[in-house]
């Protein structure tokens, strides 16, 4: 045979069986590998694909009887959600224009005669602040822009100035915070050199009525505005930080001073910033404060302008001339210390889930300052001779000016006895020739003996605003301050709220600083001390408060000692003001470095005395049939009783934005979006909605009746989403200027606070919407915020006075009316519940995860303030949040997505206890909620699986039938090659016998 005949067989002879299924074996076994992966990928990541593409609808069917029953339990006050997006934006306009101060005024400048023809400067004013980046954030995309605002109020606009700056802003991006990454957060102010005005300087003369100079500052979740603007600004000199004007921001405004007779400055950032120049210079004829305005608010800005709107907004913070003399300023910011190696065990599928950077830094923030921060510091350092106050402080707390005057008289004064109140009546009379609100401020000073209780000169114990008055017409307000808030914390002698002995003056103030004129303090005299202890505790308490922070307060001491945060104290300011950590503050003692330890939960499990609830059992009940019951009805055990483990931990640990559904309750699923300045969601867009002013600028109107409004329209806005819940108020504190979530936050003093989010609560709950508050507590810092957790540490008195205060004020003030089917009639009964929800915090209380501590979610929050809602962690992707740890401590809901998070122990009689308890908490809030409108007692409940779900049952049937027919076309090529084979050999053995022994016989 020729090597051509060899090769053409050769060719012919088919592929070996185990060349075949060297290739299709692996193949087919791939395909199978990845179909199998995929789905225990799906199902064990079900909460975060669920967020993303639906979770499927349970849909609610009445019985028959009930079908005719009452079961829209809140109604919205709209038609549609077109309504009530312009009712919206209608009450941003109002807000805004309430909160903008009027900081300066010289000679009348303001308000502009209509038609005025003015020329915009500065970034900000193509560039507008609107609000703070990350979950606050708000769609703006559509908002009214500054100019928009100036010439919807009638005046004639630049336009060539005015598009220089537009230009050279879109190619020029100002500073920028990178949620927790501060690796790519910038800080530049990005203000246009004074030289680009220059081509379009001979403009002004047309436009030459005002320059209005708008300054702007950023602000963000996950990051704190800088301290150093070395490295952000080629002008910047040593020691300069971002809160104060840089060279082009200076260069511009005297551009302003040397082309315009009349130059209004407008701030618009919700953070103080160094504004002592501008205000002491005469050149400089008006200042606004308008902060971040919203969807319409630089409308209302414009209306200000002109003198339609007079300004009635008073600063929410104090504005210092010098941040850096401060006692916050040298302990914020990145500290960490030097002895202890954070470390928390993390399974490898969390690790594959979590984007979250681990490692083993342990940081830490001294609130050294104690209660001496803001007003409190220098009204309190001003009375002590310690400052000049004029010198120090450029616009108090609770300061602002209006277009027309008022005068006060305090009409009369009812005094309590301790367990009552002190109710002052304040005539306002409108002595000028415009119509304005004004509002009306009450003080109180406690009687302070140097090395006592620490106190604060003067504290805030009450404000009213005015309806509008017209000029000549009087108003009468009342203001109630209960004599028990007037008590100090005494966490060092008495472990308990003290009133002591002694002489109150309570006045009545235009400010922080300024009694009103006309006015004579008010003396309330306490005969003897009055301590507020065991059974004889504040009558808002519902039991005993004493110490619960001991390990706290142990880090702080009121002598100069090694390793030991020294106390600044009113009686030697001086001595005792903060300095930054020295270095015996960054070496851990071993309490400290075991709070950094993991949580042992086989420890807890194996101490934990209870027996294993109930799970899983047979019931007839559903989560609507407890409606209205309160909380400890036994029936809540019966329906407890009835859901499984599994049922509950997938509730409680798919927390991202909502509540899922249990279906064997009947218990629907819950949304729950974000942000203190309207509804928004980075995970499903269709939530987002109108956007309004940040809660600084809220504050600053001091009026709660607008919070009550805003909290009814967010409300509306929940219903006609069909949403449930919302991720505010926010009530954290502005501890230091720098903070770079202080727009997200009302104020520096926890009443202001506590008064407006009480409002805005209770204007949700109206519409059966229960609120988060957040974030319980300390959480004043963003820089390591999420890096294991910041230990905060503050003595009691502090914590308990100062950053607890607003959300004890919140969770106590806060109630929900529930109407519910009370019988087999269908008929309507109705009751009150309190708060629903709170969010806990990333920082530590101390050493411990706020989030994790007893003290602080159940002994305080629960036992001593009686909530009895549901708390939910924040965004929980970092390993020293463990979700056993949560709900031993208090914190029910992990706000995650699974597989990121999990339970480490779901079967001990611990673990599952502390799982019914956090059930029970989220489906207390949830039955009371707009969350059951439509249901009436005996529903059933059908679901139906996302679209998604059935692409995967049908995918994987496909794939599944493909791999078998592959295999079945495999195995058959196989035994049908093999049978051939046989076939081919069996002559050739034959033939092969019969010549065998040949010589020769070669081919």
């Known amino acids: 045979m020729n090597a051509k005949a060899k090769n053409a067989d050769r060719e012919k002879k088919p592929m070996s069986n185990k060349k075949y299924l060297w290739i299709w074996a692996p193949a087919l076994a791939t395909v199978t590998v990845i179909t199998v992966v995929a789905?225990?990928?799906?199902?064990?990541?079900?909460?975060?694909?669920?967020?993303?593409?639906?979770?499927?609808?349970?849909?609610?069917?009445?019985?028959?009887?009930?079908?005719?029953?009452?079961?829209?339990?809140?109604?919205?006050?709209?038609?549609?959600?077109?309504?009530?997006?312009?009712?919206?934006?209608?009450?941003?306009?109002?807000?805004?224009?309430?909160?903008?101060?009027?900081?300066?005024?010289?000679?009348?400048?303001?308000?502009?005669?209509?038609?005025?023809?003015?020329?915009?400067?500065?970034?900000?004013?193509?560039?507008?602040?609107?609000?703070?980046?990350?979950?606050?954030?708000?769609?703006?995309?559509?908002?009214?822009?500054?100019?928009?605002?100036?010439?919807?109020?009638?005046?004639?606009?630049?336009?060539?100035?005015?598009?220089?700056?537009?230009?050279?802003?879109?190619?020029?991006?100002?500073?920028?915070?990178?949620?927790?990454?501060?690796?790519?957060?910038?800080?530049?102010?990005?203000?246009?050199?004074?030289?680009?005005?220059?081509?379009?300087?001979?403009?002004?003369?047309?436009?030459?009525?005002?320059?209005?100079?708008?300054?702007?500052?950023?602000?963000?979740e996950g990051g704190d505005l800088t301290q150093d603007m070395t490295d952000w600004d080629d002008n910047a000199e040593a020691g300069q930080h971002q809160l104060e004007l840089n060279k082009d921001e200076r260069d511009l405004i005297e551009l302003a001073k040397s082309s315009f007779e009349t130059v209004v400055v407008v701030v618009n950032a919700s953070t103080t910033i160094e504004m002592g120049d501008l205000q002491a210079d005469p050149e400089i004829d008006a200042i606004l404060l308008a902060g971040s305005p919203g969807a319409t608010g630089l409308n209302a800005l414009g209306r200000v302008l002109t003198g339609e709107v007079n300004p009635s907004g008073r600063t929410a913070d104090l504005w210092a001339a010098d941040?850096?003399?401060?006692?916050?300023?040298?302990?914020?910011?990145?500290?960490?210390?030097?002895?202890?190696?954070?470390?928390?065990?993390?399974?490898?599928?969390?690790?594959?889930?979590?984007?979250?950077?681990?490692?083993?830094?342990?940081?830490?923030?001294?609130?050294?300052?104690?209660?001496?921060?803001?007003?409190?510091?220098?009204?309190?350092?001003?009375?002590?001779?310690?400052?000049?106050?004029?010198?120090?402080?450029?616009?108090?707390?609770?300061?602002?000016?209006?277009?027309?005057?008022?005068?006060?008289?305090?009409?009369?004064?009812?005094?309590?006895?301790?367990?009552?109140?002190?109710?002052?009546?304040?005539?306002?009379?409108?002595?000028?020739?415009?119509?304005?609100?004004?509002?009306?401020?009450?003080?109180?000073?406690?009687?302070?003996?140097?090395?006592?209780?620490?106190?604060?000169?003067?504290?805030?114990?009450?404000?009213?605003?005015?309806?509008?008055?017209?000029?000549?017409?009087?108003?009468?307000?009342?203001?109630?301050?209960?004599?028990?808030?007037?008590?100090?914390?005494?966490?060092?002698?008495?472990?308990?709220?003290?009133?002591?002995?002694?002489?109150?003056?309570?006045?009545?103030?235009?400010?922080?600083?300024?009694?009103?004129?006309?006015?004579?303090?008010?003396?309330?005299?306490?005969?003897?001390?009055?301590?507020?202890?065991?059974?004889?505790?504040?009558?808002?308490?519902?039991?005993?408060?004493?110490?619960?922070?001991?390990?706290?307060?142990?880090?702080?001491?009121?002598?100069p000692t090694e390793g030991k945060v020294l106390s600044m104290s009113r009686a030697d300011f001086a001595g005792t003001f903060p300095t930054a950590p020295t270095p015996d503050l960054f070496v851990a003692d071993e309490a400290v470095i075991e709070g950094f330890a993991a949580w042992d939960y086989d420890a807890q499990a194996e101490a934990f005395e209870g027996e294993k609830p109930a799970t899983g059992e047979r019931s007839e009940l559903a989560l609507i049939d407890l409606r209205g019951l309160p909380k400890d009805d036994p029936q809540w055990e019966d329906l407890l009783d009835s859901i499984s483990v599994d049922d509950m931990t997938g509730m409680l640990l798919n927390g991202a934005y909502q509540t899922a559904a249990i279906g064997s309750i009947a218990k629907p699923q819950t949304v729950e979006p974000d942000g203190p300045a309207g509804l928004s969601s980075f995970i499903n867009s269709s939530i987002n909605g109108v956007a309004y002013p940040s809660q600084v600028l809220i504050a600053q109107t001091w009026d709660v009746d607008l919070g009550t409004a805003m909290g009814t329209m967010i409300g509306n806005e929940v219903l006609q989403k069909d949403l449930n819940g919302w991720y505010a108020p926010a009530v954290n504190l502005h501890r230091s200027p720098f903070g770079g979530r202080n727009f997200e936050y009302y104020s520096e003093d926890p009443f202001l606070s506590g008064a407006m989010a009480t409002a805005v609560s209770n204007g949700a709950a109206d519409k059966g919407v229960y609120t988060m508050l957040k974030h319980f507590a300390l959480n004043e810092q963003e820089t390591n915020r999420v890096n294991n957790g910041i230990a905060t540490w503050a003595t009691e008195q502090t914590i308990r006075e100062v950053y607890l205060k607003p959300f004890e004020m919140v969770v106590k003030d806060t109630s929900m009316d529930v109407r519910y089917i009370s019988d087999e009639d269908g008929t309507i009964s109705e009751t009150t519940i309190g708060a629903g929800g709170i969010m806990s915090s990333f920082n530590r209380i101390g050493a411990v995860w706020a989030g994790g501590s007893e003290a602080l979610m159940t002994t305080v929050l629960r036992d001593e303030w009686g909530f009895e809602g549901f708390a939910i962690s924040d965004f929980n992707l970092y390993p020293y949040m463990n979700p056993n740890q949560s709900i031993s401590a208090g914190t029910d809901l992990t706000l995650t997505f699974q597989p990121s998070k999990s339970f480490g122990d779901t079967s001990s009689a611990k673990a599952v206890t502390d799982i019914r308890n956090a059930t029970h908490n989220i489906l207390f809030t949830v039955a009371n909620s707009n969350a059951m409108n439509g249901i009436a007692p005996g529903a059933t409940v059908s679901y139906t699986p996302p679209t998604w779900v059935y692409i995967q049952i049908g995918a994987t049937v496909v794939i599944g039938l493909l791999v078998l027919a592959g295999g079945l076309m495999v195995t058959r090529r196989v035994l049908r090659h093999r049978k051939d084979e046989a076939d081919v050999s069996a002559p050739a053995l034959a033939g092969a016998g019969a010549g065998a022994g040949r010589p020769g016989d070669e081919s």
Do not use: C
């Open 39 to 220: 789905n225990v990928g799906l199902n064990v990541a079900g909460g975060w694909v669920a967020s993303q593409f639906g979770s499927g609808t349970y849909e609610f069917t009445n019985a028959e009887e009930s079908a005719a029953w009452d079961t829209e339990y809140y109604s919205s006050d709209f038609d549609d959600i077109d309504a009530v997006d312009e009712a919206a934006k209608a009450l941003v306009e109002e807000i805004s224009g309430a909160g903008i101060v009027l900081a300066k005024n010289e000679a009348g400048a303001l308000p502009l005669a209509p038609s005025s023809s003015v020329t915009m400067l500065g970034r900000a004013a193509a560039d507008p602040v609107f609000g703070g980046s990350g979950s606050g954030s708000v769609d703006t995309n559509s908002a009214v822009t500054a100019r928009g605002g100036l010439e919807n109020a009638g005046l004639v606009v630049n336009d060539e100035v005015f598009t220089t700056i537009e230009a050279f802003a879109a190619e020029n991006p100002r500073g920028y915070i990178e949620m927790d990454n501060p690796g790519a957060s910038t800080y530049y102010i990005g203000e246009m050199p004074v030289a680009d005005y220059q081509a379009t300087s001979a403009s002004f003369e047309q436009y030459s009525d005002a320059a209005v100079v708008y300054v702007g500052r950023p602000g963000g």
């Open 323 to 559: 941040f850096t003399a401060d006692p916050t300023f040298v302990n914020f910011g990145g500290y960490v210390y030097d002895n202890v190696e954070a470390s928390f065990p993390v399974s490898a599928i969390e690790t594959a889930t979590s984007n979250a950077t681990v490692t083993s830094e342990a940081p830490f923030v001294n609130y050294a300052e104690g209660i001496y921060f803001g007003y409190r510091y220098y009204e309190t350092a001003a009375a002590e001779g310690f400052i000049d106050y004029d010198a120090a402080v450029v616009y108090p707390f609770g300061y602002g000016l209006s277009y027309t005057d008022f005068t006060w008289e305090v009409a009369s004064t009812e005094a309590g006895d301790v367990d009552g109140t002190v109710s002052v009546t304040v005539n306002v009379t409108n002595t000028g020739d415009t119509a304005g609100k004004d509002v009306v401020e009450l003080y109180y000073t406690a009687p302070y003996t140097a090395g006592g209780i620490e106190k604060s000169e003067v504290v805030l114990g009450g404000f009213a605003k005015t309806d509008l008055i017209e000029p000549g017409a009087s108003e009468s307000v009342v203001i109630d301050l209960a004599v028990e808030d007037m008590a100090s914390y005494d966490h060092l002698d008495a472990e308990a709220y003290v009133l002591e002995a002694g002489d109150y003056t309570i006045s009545v103030r235009t400010d922080s600083h300024t009694v009103a004129p006309g006015t004579e303090p008010i003396t309330y005299t306490v005969d003897s001390d009055v301590v507020f202890s065991g059974d004889d505790h504040r009558s808002s308490d519902l039991t005993e408060v004493t110490n619960q922070f001991d390990d706290v307060s142990a880090q702080f001491s009121t002598e």
